[in-house]
Each structure stands twice: as C-alpha cells, then as structure tokens.
C-alpha cells in the first residue's frame, strides 16, 4: 500500500509491506531553485523508487541472515559422524540453500536495476 504526503517540495511515499508488517520510506526533495518547476508526480515517482530500494535492501538483508544460518547448518551436518551426502534431508538443505543464494542475487540485481533507473529518471526530470 502507498501513501503519499507532500510539503513544500518535499514530497514523502509510505510504503506498507503486508508480508513483513513494515513501512518504507522514500523521499524528494525538489532543489529550492527549481519550486516553479515543482511537480508532485515526478516527486512521487522519486520517492515510490526510494522506498522500493529500501524494501529490497531490507529483503536482501534477511536474505543473508537466511543464507548465514543455512551454510551453518549444512556445515554442522558433514560434520556429523552419521553424515551421509546421499540423503533426502541433506539434499534438501543443500537445494534450499542454493536457491536462497539465487534468490540473493536477484534481490542485488533489482536493486542495482531501480538505482539506474532512478538515476537515469532524476536526470530527465
């Protein structure tokens, strides 16, 4: 869900992840040169990108914290004395971790994706 709130140039997006319970914030700020020019959608759009980037780097982050415990995990089970590579269970672990690293750099990549565009989208407007 997004909430826009706008003040003198500064234009605020309130965005309210229902999956993590959170709110992310993004911001624009319109140059105090440029407030005849001052537009509340671009400000908007700026502000929806800002809040979109600080989802997914709170996404990322929990990611590696996934990511931390599982290599642990699969670590202390070839350790075991009744390690076996060939089982179910061990498989399993190993599949999970694999694609929560796939998924981690998926998450880097749509990060770097909306910090080029937001550059490229400041620079047009």
């Given at each position: 869900m997004l909430n826009y709130e706008h003040y003198n140039g500064l234009?605020?997006?309130?965005?309210?992840s229902e999956s993590t319970g959170m709110t992310f914030y993004g911001?624009?700020?319109?140059?105090?040169?440029?407030m005849s020019n001052y537009d509340p959608l671009v400000g908007e759009q700026i502000a929806t990108a800002r809040a979109h980037?600080?989802?997914?780097?709170?996404?990322k982050n929990s990611l590696k914290n996934i990511a931390v415990n599982q290599k642990h995990l699969l670590d202390c089970a070839t350790h075991s004395k009744k390690f076996n590579p060939k089982s179910n269970e061990y498989r399993l672990l190993k599949r999970n971790f694999y694609q929560t690293m796939d998924d981690l750099q998926s998450i880097e990549e749509e990060i770097r994706f909306n910090q080029d565009y937001l550059k490229y989208y400041i620079g047009h407007h």
């Open positions: 234009t605020v997006c309130k965005l309210f911001e624009a700020r319109c140059h105090e040169e440029d980037i600080a989802l997914l780097r709170y996404c």
